[in-house]
């Protein structure tokens, strides 16, 4: 084996034609979608598309997971598009849309295939079978694409409602839940192929699956799938980059937690039973530990970065850039405490069962930062109620 | 301290180990925590309410500790900022303390090393190759610099050292990190406008409190360059050059240098009936240039001159009503009077011998609610035009309503809606007034005349009377005049409390063993009174020729009259004379503004910027180091090979496994070929 660059051999399994054919593919799509629609974008749309096109060449350069993921949600995303055309009643009777691929069937298998995807990974993981952990993974892809789908039909549904209705789906909790579900099982797969370990999949799809849990509690309670209008607050361009910054954040702190959680039941079983289960099959300690470290340095950024977007937003929409609201005062706390949490970590080389806590504790936090301030306090920030 | 002359003993000055400790990190981490833990009280606990809620809700001993601990207003206590400053000082001192070794670092490419610290290394690798070592040692260079390091090659007694260094960036990550929150947080005072505290604090600045009618000249704020974060409510056609800054007990009148008129205000709804957008259209004078003409929205600001102005609000801007007041409790006179008013407005309204206080609170052009007639109750429709009012009475007591312009559908019959309530916190009972075959209120006013006017009253009891007894044949005068009596009495007391006091008559006055035969005949009587009363007025006064038609006319009056009885009854607990027919209106909006200056706020981006930018390279650009040293040996050259990252080593392993082997495919390891 002859490697050629640095820059392929920590991540790179993808041969530089499948890079290249890749990175021609989506450069293809933006030119694509800029000529296309040169005359009713407006600067802000067509910085998008290039940074996106540059975001998933970068994704997919390596990892060919995300490429074959990227061709079937669009390819499916584009199939409801069209079976649609201007008629949002074809929910009802067309059978693909009713039975696959309307939003809401999309959501429905999606739910379904992410706790089929949490037993598989158990169960592979207490029957030490490789095969059944596979399983797992391809199951969490399968319900990764359905939810992807789901949002971009929703998207277009609610154009078909009327044009004035339409807009992007992270616009209230229903919308973000799925999207936290799918940020989440994308930022776990990609650390799956990368560290090659199936073990933690469990773990971290048990938090979906309780998310996922929650949402269809709330779906069918509550009425909340239907598609709402933007009230004026929410009519701004900056919603659509704050909102999915910000569960890059929740989805990677998520992920962190879980992996304590792992981390604490391996160090607990090593001590009562070293020859037990979960502490031969669970992966090495330092392993989980940089993973830790990676899920929250990379949630931090993108944390820092989702705050800071909502505190430009909120200059233009409130007069202000930071008004001490409940959830901006929580997206502070947050933020605050992955920071200690990092110094501890960084500076005072602190590790082991301490900062596993620390994260799982944190997870807890972000969850009342998500959730509990909507819950439990009023504010600015009241679209989101429960 | 005998000690201060020596600079290298362990024991330091008192200056100098205040400075440590203001840089070390176990103080960083406990500000950070602080912070946070400061932040949760001041969301757990709502801030800058009225004093007097939080008395109720911890009792007057809480309140007091609560209070003295600036719990009500955690972000501009004093001691929250304290932290706020310790932290900026923390961060300073950390950075003035690591700022120097960091840039050398950026640079310095480590030529002093030995391959004793380099065998000492976590990840190393030793082989040998053919070449001499001048040319082993360019191979290294060239092929590290390919891989992106920045590389030089020192050559010592008997060895040359190869210095390679990749993302030196890092350490930028860390200034501009630590920078940028200095840089943040002092932006944030500047918009926080910690001379106006001062000002108030020392009574430079007065706030004035609503209570009092006079506004000092000390509670004005000139334009200036300060900060401030201000409020305006400007009426449709109206203009105003002076915002409103709230303050504790009160508020602050801040003077703009521009006017600024309102010149409409516009909501639009979706179909469903939410709100779709709120936007004004504004002119801007000042004294240097032409008016600015534009239009600003929810998320769509004006910038103008350094000054932000925002759509936050709306309400009513003083809308013109024009009334019908139908009297409820009289026989008097032909009715309606017209009355004109506005909302904001107190008017007195004499009504024989009531005086009654009318104070008008709002007007709605639209009330999209549920429609309780519709299956789904999420279905959303638009009731119309409504308005709010008390009605005070000389006692001081005032009832709260609020009438609809537009009757309203139920059961496929008509009526005007009016609900009362006594506080805010109850909900509303509602006055169902039938609409007439008119479209009016007429024949509902003109039956409630009736039912007030004696002599029609006592007539029809009378041949009611007469026709009673004629039936049974009875010629008791005593008998006659009881009769007589209880009809009118029925209904008077039917109009004064309804069913309700009718039922509790029968209910406390009649003995036990007649209640069942006597009470239905009561209510019986009191029904028959009251459809002779109406029968005397207006019903089946529409027949046709077409029998048909007729029926069903007559369908629809016996329903309108039903319909007015259960009206009548309900009258007693509606508590006014009055019923207030919203006839016509012009409606009159004021658009809310907020006016802010934030000179701080340029700064505070900018810190951002730094933040972003440090947090990524801090991150995601690990400063990686590897050193090679050749030494020639008898046959060739031996290489040693040691590389680390200032991250985590387990960061570094795989890339020290490929670095190695490319390297080392480079030289041409003369051992495995
Ligand atoms: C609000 C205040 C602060 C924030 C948000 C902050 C943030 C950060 C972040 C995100 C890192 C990177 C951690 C990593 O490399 O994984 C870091 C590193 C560091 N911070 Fe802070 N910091 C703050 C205050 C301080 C203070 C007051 C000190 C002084 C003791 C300090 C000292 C350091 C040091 C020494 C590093 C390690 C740099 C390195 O070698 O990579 N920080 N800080």
Redesign the pocket.
Known sequence: MTINSVNTMYTGTSTPMARWSWRGLMALAAVTLLVLYSSVFDSYEIGIVILAAVGFSFLGQNWSGFRQHFVVVTALSFFAIWLYGQDLGLAESNFFLKYLISSQSAFMWMSALFVMATFAYFAGLFMRSSFTEKVGSALTWSATTMGLVGLMVRWRESYLISPDVGHIPVSNLYEVFILFAVITALLYLYYERRYQTRSLGGFVLLIITAAVVFQLWYTFGKGAHEIQPLVPALQSYWMKIHVPANFVGYGTFAIAAMIGVAYLLKSWQQNINPQGLLANVLPDFSVMDDLM?KAI?LG?AFFTLATILGALWAAEAWGGYWSWDPKETWALIV??NY?AW??M???KGWNGNPMAWWAVIGLFVTLFAFLGVNMFLSGLHSYGEL | MSDDSNPNTRHHTLGQRLFQFL???D??IT??LALAIASIIGTVLQQNQPYADYLIKFGPFWFDIFESAGLYDVYGASWFLAILTL?VV??S??LIR?TPSMIKDMRNLRTHVQSKSLRAMHHQKQWSVDADAGNSATILEATLSNLGFRAKQTVKSDEILVSAMRGGM??L??IL??LA?IIICIGGLIDSNPALKLAVWTEKVKVHDFATKTISPKSYLAAGTKAFRASMIIAEGRSSGTALIAMKGGALFQRLPFSIEVKDFRMEHYKTGQPKSYETDLVIRDDSSEPLETTISVNHPLFYKGYTIYQSSFEDGGSVLTLNIWPLNSSAGSPPVEFETNVFKNSDISWGEQNLGLEVLSFRLFNINPDPTDDDPNRQRNFGPSFDYKLRKDTGEALEYTNYMLPIKRNGREYYLSGVRSSVAEPFGYLYLPVDIDGGLTHFSHFLQRLHDENIVNDIAHTMMTETLAEINNQDKKLEQSLQETLTMLVTMFVEGGFASVGEFIETTLPEAEKETLGPAYLSMLREMLSRIYLGGTLYKYGTDDPEENAKIQQAELLFFQDAVDAVSSLSQYGSPLFLELSDYEHVEASGLQVTHSPGQPIVYLGCAFLIIG?FL??YLPQRRFWAIVKANNSGTDVLLAGMS??NPREIDLFFEQVAEQLETATGNSETR
């Open positions: 470290y340095a931090f933020w605050l920071a990092l110094h970590r960084m500076s | 840089g070390s990190m103080l960083a500000l950070l932290l923390s961060t001192v950390c690591n890092n350490r990550g860390y990190t630590h929150i947090v801090l991150f200032n991250r």
